[in-house]
């Protein structure tokens, strides 16, 4: 489920709800493997972003024990740079999570038309982002799908979304792909590929792709079929062209390929501002976004 974009917005179809919970439904932001995401309204007009399971998956009944557990837990990652769970339920038959609506495009939309990100921008992402995995990393979870289109570039700095809902998809995905990774090819780590193991670090080796690609424009491991990527994550080195002298280090060390090896989120956090608290966090994104 990409991130919502103002302009990219469309129009309900017949078929979409017009009403979820209490919330009303005003366009369509996008469509993924797990369902759809609409722009929603609640009862004081706050615009939200709901993400709605797709019908294929309703009846799964492991499938929705696991969204609603992990949506519950998404609910306690602290709001900052990352978008807030509201809430969780079902109606219509459907599973359904809210979030707090982030406007902006997404990291992918923005280098996909602009190009390498400004070195102020570039450095306010690498902090941003860490930041998110370290709230995310507090509360027990692992993104495990950390990419371009999971950032949004907000007015205020990134912002991560889409947190807590890849180990659900994980659970659907054994009923019919079992021994296939669940994640995009590019942004997953070696351990996921070789052991199908997740642990904070492959969020923070998805962190190292995402920076890089910021930097540059490209994928630090090239492009192709998910086969060629998932090969060359875990037998070739990445290739991380013009990086800055604050973040080259960083990133390399995020790349590693074992991962008791690579940084935890809050070291890379301490590393880029020096600390890991909110107001330092403020502070240097008040610096750098622009």
């Not at 979409?16 to 009303?24: A, E, F, L, W």
């Not at 996008?30 to 706050?46: H, S, T």
Request: aromatic letters at 6%; hydrophobic letters at 45%; charged letters at 20%.
């Amino acid at each position: 489920m990409d991130g919502p974009r103002a302009s990219s917005l469309g129009e309900l179809r017949p078929g979409d709800p017009t009403r979820i919970g209490r919330y009303r439904i005003e366009a369509k932001i996008g469509e993924g493997g797990m369902g759809a995401v609409y722009l929603g309204r609640d009862e004081e007009d706050r615009r939200v972003a709901v993400k709605v399971v797709r019908s294929a998956l309703a009846g799964d009944r492991t499938f929705l024990a696991r969204f609603h557990d992990e949506a519950a837990n998404a609910q306690r990652v602290a709001s900052f740079c990352t978008a807030q769970v509201l809430e969780h339920g079902d109606d219509l038959g459907l599973a359904y999570m809210v979030t707090e609506y982030i406007d902006g495009p997404s990291l992918l939309e923005h280098v996909t038309e602009n190009g390498a990100l400004s070195p102020g921008m570039l450095h306010g992402v690498a902090v941003g982002v860490a930041a998110a995995l370290v709230a995310i990393h507090s509360a027990g979870l692992v993104h495990r799908d950390l990419k371009p289109s999971n950032v949004l570039l907000s007015i205020s700095g990134p912002r991560v979304i889409d947190f807590g809902i890849a180990r659900a998809l994980d659970v659907a995905s054994a009923h019919t792909r079992t021994g296939q990774v669940v994640g995009s090819p590019g942004w997953i780590a070696p351990e996921q590929i070789t052991a199908q193991q997740v642990t904070p670090a492959v969020d923070v080796f998805a962190w190292g792709c995402l920076v890089a690609f910021a930097a540059n424009g490209r994928n630090p491991f090239g492009q192709g079929s998910f086969q060629l990527l998932a090969a060359r994550a875990v037998h070739a080195e990445p290739e991380l062209g013009e990086l800055p002298p604050s973040l080259a280090g960083l990133v390399r060390s995020a790349l590693r390929k074992e991962p008791g090896q690579r940084p935890g989120a809050r070291d890379l956090l301490l590393a880029l501002v020096g600390g890991a608290a909110e107001a330092d966090v403020t502070t240097e994104l008040g610096e750098s976004w622009t």
